[in-house]
């Protein structure tokens, strides 16, 4: 009689906890897509919209630099005079107007240098967004897993109750003992313990997003949709030289060599002066003419009296340049061995995929069945049941967990590239162009 009450318990226990435990986190006011995540966060992300300012006072600075001096003006007048002088005999007040003359082209130089600083804060702003929309995508991928995960989970309590309900029978009939309730219950309990786990997996991924999209962290985010993604049909030549053509690392290094050797050029352009233009009207001090004399004059620095100052900054520039050379093919070396880890990542998660999906989850499903046929029948024990339950939970959840490692896998694989491999939804945002 206590056992009978025991199962009838545990009937009702695993009902309760079936139908109770998911439903804060299913109550989401709306569902949500990955194109409508991937262009909140390219539209509302702090550091997005940070790279982008820098990048667009960098613009600002190209016409800065190509501009002229300015133009200098100065005046003196006499304040006072302590000696008789003759009429006209001193000036009393004089204006004087001087420009540089870039004749040497060096504002242009400098304005070169500039337009590639700027093609650096460029690529720096288009790597910040390839990195945050992986994050996010990294995310979105982990989120719709942990739904699944938990419906997953659901169905397992649900096929518990199923288990616990023909032990009840069998026991009744004296077919089974109260030991099958008890791993029943052992079953139920570990399986609540997971639900707790993914529900705070969920709880962090949406954090996570709400986050990246610039959102009030504790504010409700809809359930994600099952992203569609496209084939990826990802060839090892073709990716490497579109990693080459598009990666921010690499045109940014190039970018730089291309400053050194602008700073070389200015280096070896100091050598020659720039004139100063100077344009000069006096007034005598008994004159009634607004201007007396106008004189006009050249200016300039002498340079070549100071040669290891000027050969040392020549120096300079040449070992910044070698500098930037060695750090592209560094960048070079590297985006490669990046692209080669990335790609054996999406070819190994694809292989599981695969594998759980076509061939282990099918057999998992049938060795369940077979069971659970068996076990009905009087052919098999509870043990043998439940193990096979056990195991097809695991299956299933591996499955689940290497779907969202392969799309996770390809997210980063486009963030290295630097480019839209045409996996992903395509999303209308006001990226970096």
């Known amino acids: 009689m206590k056992t009978l009450t025991l199962l009838l318990l545990l009937l009702t226990s695993l009902s309760v906890n079936a139908e109770q435990s998911p439903g804060d986190?299913?109550?989401?006011?709306?569902?949500?897509?990955l194109s409508e995540v991937t262009r909140t966060v390219l539209d509302r992300n702090p550091a997005i919209q940070q790279a982008l300012r820098k990048w667009a006072?960098?613009?600002?600075?190209?016409?800065?630099?190509?501009?002229?001096?300015?133009l200098k003006v100065s005046g003196n007048s006499r304040a006072a005079r302590f000696v008789d002088v003759a009429p006209n005999s001193f000036t009393d007040q004089i204006v004087s107007v001087e420009q540089i003359i870039p004749i040497t082209g060096k504002n242009l130089t400098r304005a070169r240098i500039a337009t590639a600083d700027a093609v650096v804060a460029f690529e720096q702003a288009r790597r910040e967004q390839l990195d945050v929309v992986a994050k996010a995508r990294a995310s979105y991928f982990r989120l719709v897993n942990a739904y699944a995960q938990l419906e997953l989970n659901r169905r397992n309590l649900t096929s518990l109750r199923q288990l616990a309900e023909v032990s009840r029978s069998r026991y009744e009939t004296g077919k089974a003992s109260a030991a099958d309730a008890l791993a029943s219950e052992l079953e139920a309990s570990k399986l609540l313990e997971s639900e707790q786990d993914t529900i705070r997996n969920i709880s962090a991924e949406q954090s996570q997003l709400n986050v990246l999209m610039n959102r009030d962290a504790f504010a409700p985010l809809g359930q994600p949709e099952d992203a569609s993604i496209g084939p990826a049909e990802l060839s090892m030549g073709e990716t490497r030289a579109?990693?080459?053509?598009?990666?921010?690392?690499i045109k940014a290094a190039q970018a730089k060599i291309d400053i050194e050797k602008s700073r070389l050029d200015l280096?070896?352009?100091?050598?020659?002066?720039?004139?100063?233009?100077?344009v000069q009207a006096q007034r005598y001090n008994d004159a009634r003419q607004a201007a007396s004399e106008i004189d006009a004059g050249v200016s300039f620095t002498v340079p070549w009296v100071n040669p290891g100052k000027y050969s040392a900054a020549i120096r300079e520039a040449k070992e910044n340049l070698a500098a930037e050379e060695q750090?592209?093919?560094?960048?070079?070396?590297?985006?490669?061995?990046?692209l080669r880890d990335a790609l054996q990542k999406v070819h190994t998660a694809k292989h599981h995929v695969d594998l759980f999906r076509d061939k282990l989850a099918p057999q998992a499903r049938q060795a369940f069945e077979a069971n659970q046929f068996s076990y009905e029948s009087g052919k098999a024990t509870f043990l043998d049941w439940i193990t096979a339950q056990r195991?097809?939970?695991?299956?299933?959840?591996?499955?689940?967990q290497h779907v969202a490692d392969y799309r996770v896998a390809l997210a980063?694989?486009?963030?290295?590239?630097?480019?839209?491999?045409?996996?992903?939804?395509?999303?209308?945002?006001?990226?970096?162009?």
């Open 391 to 400: 195991n097809l939970r695991d299956v299933e959840a591996m499955a689940q």
């Open 242 to 249: 579109r990693m080459i053509g598009n990666r921010p690392e």
């Open 25 to 33: 986190i299913r109550n989401a006011p709306a569902r949500v897509s």
């Open 267 to 278: 280096a070896r352009r100091n050598w020659i002066p720039d004139p100063a233009v100077t």
């Open 412 to 433: 980063e694989l486009e963030a290295i590239v630097g480019a839209d491999l045409k996996i992903f939804p395509s999303t209308k945002s006001k990226e970096a162009k």
């Open 327 to 338: 750090g592209f093919d560094r960048t070079n070396a590297e985006s490669l061995g990046a």
């Open 57 to 70: 006072a960098a613009k600002e600075r190209v016409t800065q630099q190509a501009a002229w001096d300015d």
